[in-house]
């Protein structure tokens, strides 16, 4: 994690070396992402990498950390969801989060793929962040929509959890790469008001009804 000397340098020149770290880690895998490109773009000194983080891996958990703190702050900027919806209004809340976290963040996005759906270099450290973040929360829903009755009692929790995670986590990239492949000028209209994230979520959400709504 960081040392106090990061956390203690300015403001803009923090953010800066994270950006840099960013964009380095999500245009490369992590064995060929350079540190040195790293140094080399926030015009810093290399050694000076590792009075703000112990390694190069240390680095990397805590662009991942940084990335679920994003997109918990992105859910706070976003429409609530219908207080009267219920599991499945909810869940459809949640993949367009990710759908606009996509957009709003694409090197996060990329980088976070990268980690636990793509390359995922550390299985052990992404396993854990899965267990304590996304893992655990899908699970949490799926028994109360057992407990509420919205979720069939047939529903195994542990394969329907891991159904939805691994489409929380793919779900932006697949709309961006329909987006792109259409050539959709998404600065005409806004991500929320364009139909087409709409649809696809929509024809999600029926296929996961479908197959666990009680």
Same mark, same amino acid.
């Given at each position: ?21 960013? +964009? ?52 706070? +900027? ?33 980088? +976070? ?43 195994? +929790? ?57």
């Amino acid at each position: 994690m960081p040392t106090d000397t990061f956390h203690n340098l300015p403001n803009e020149k923090r953010d800066r070396i994270l950006e840099v770290c960013i +964009t380095e880690f999500a245009a490369h895998p992590y064995d060929a992402a350079s540190l040195s490109n790293i140094a080399r773009q926030a015009e810093i000194a290399k050694g000076s990498l590792y009075q703000y983080f112990e390694n190069k891996k240390d680095l990397y958990q805590h662009l991942i950390e940084l990335s679920t703190e994003k997109r918990g702050a992105l859910m706070k +900027t976003l429409p609530a969801p219908d207080p009267d919806s219920d599991l499945f209004g909810y869940l459809r809340w949640l993949f367009l989060s990710a759908v606009v976290f996509e957009f709003q963040h694409p090197s996060l996005a990329r980088l +976070t793929y990268r980690a636990f759906v793509d390359e995922v270099p550390f299985p052990e450290m992404t396993e854990e962040l899965r267990r304590r973040g996304t893992t655990q929360f899908f699970k949490q829903l799926l028994s109360q929509g057992l407990l509420h009755g919205s979720v069939a009692p047939n529903v195994d +929790t542990d394969v329907a959890a891991f159904l939805l995670e691994s489409a929380y986590y793919q779900v932006g990239k697949y709309v961006r790469e329909r987006l792109d492949a259409k050539e959709y000028a998404l600065g005409e209209k806004t991500l929320l008001e364009s139909e087409t994230p709409h649809q696809i979520l929509d024809n999600l959400m029926e296929i996961l009804t479908r197959g666990m709504q009680n």
